[in-house]
């Protein structure tokens, strides 16, 4: 993530940001409706990892099975044009399996030489289902995959397609044979969705459409375009009040220095800069998926929960109190609102 997203935009033609925002609201737009035909219901879901991806992130979802995460993707590749696959963590998945491995081959002169065959994670949309099964020395090869763009196969850097993105998932019910997530890979990731059931209304949508012939979402951008609307959302500006409002919000979560009586009592560690950082990016992304040329103190309210719900810890007495992340952060939204 880009320490610096701010520094690109002071050289921008306003007129051509304008116009940049205007077509690439309507893409999104067409990219929206899209998933929509697929997707019943899951309205914040969706606008949530639209957002993710604008901002050039990875994304983890929570929720039970069956909700449609895994479509979701898959439904995300294809509208955005991106190659994408899929891997099913298990607790024997060894690194080898998601990076790549070399192997030694022998051509018909006899000469040896080793070739690297590459793994899932060479894609632009990695999907990685329920993400804390594996082992923590194969989180660690996805971290470096995550955070680099590359990876590292037999002492040799390999470059990763661009864009790269991982939707990661989690099943928050079933937690016998899980490795829980370091802090330094939950950081990694730009949001924590939270995927509850769908209303009544989207449910019966879906079960209208049981059996009946499955409505398919088209291409309505491709990987270029994608990355060309990353550095869009880069150069919109942000003005002194809402990084001020950032500021506060994640300085707010921090047990050491926050003036929050509740996160001093029951916070275990909070926000670091990089929760500072993935709202300054984010804040710009959702203003320009509703159309607006400048974020607000309200996208800062709308994402704070996505945004550090994963980037603090409750302390044990907290949890044995019945306190929740929800509430914490409902506090911290106070001292900005």
Known sequence: MSANPQDATSVVNPATLIDGVDRLGQQIA?????????????????????????????????????????????????????????????????????????????????????????????????????INRASPRTQSALLQAMQERRVSVAGHYHDLPRPFHVLATQNPLEQEGTYPLPEAQLDRFLMQVDVDYPDLEAERRILAATGAEEDKAVQVMDADTLMKAQQLVRHIPVSDGVAEAILKLVRSGRPESSPIEAVQRHVSWGPGPRASQALMLGVRARAVIEGRLAPSVDDVLALAHPMLRHRMALTFAARAEGVTMAGVIDSLCEVIA
């Open 30 to 130: 067409d990219a929206r409706a899209g998933v929509g035909r697929v997707i019943f219901g899951q309205e914040e879901v969706v606008e949530e990892t639209l957002i993710t991806l604008l901002a050039g992130g990875h994304l983890l979802l929570i929720g039970v099975p069956g909700l449609g995460k895994t479509r979701l993707v898959e439904t995300l590749g294809t509208v955005f044009g991106l190659q994408e696959r899929r891997v099913q963590f298990t607790p024997d998945l060894m690194p080898a399996d998601i990076l790549g491995s070399e192997v030694l081959e022998e051509s018909e002169s006899g000469r040896r030489s080793f070739r690297f065959i590459q793994g899932p994670v060479f894609c632009q949309l990695l999907m990685a289902d329920e």
